[in-house]
């Protein structure tokens, strides 16, 4: 019987992933996260990690961008 081979796409060498985070969780927040992750049936949970993490950095980052005026003067 022919083993077979797994097919690889080979990612553009800007998204090659050389820098290693890591954090610790209490058992509460892993309880959590465990419920979420398998309610939703989420497989790989570094990704989604990744994913929800780089999410939220955008959206605050898009609320806090700099602008001409403040938010009251653009209201007006």
Do not use: C
């Amino acid at each position: 019987m022919k083993k077979q081979q797994r097919k690889t796409t080979s990612q553009p060498s800007g998204s090659v992933r050389n820098h290693r985070v890591s954090f610790l969780l209490n058992e509460e927040e892993y309880s959590v996260i465990q419920g979420y992750v398998t309610k939703y049936g989420i497989r790989n949970r570094s990704n989604w990690y990744r994913a929800t993490l780089i999410t939220h950095i955008l959206k605050v980052m898009e609320a806090d961008y700099p602008t001409l005026f403040n938010e009251y003067e653009m209201r007006r």
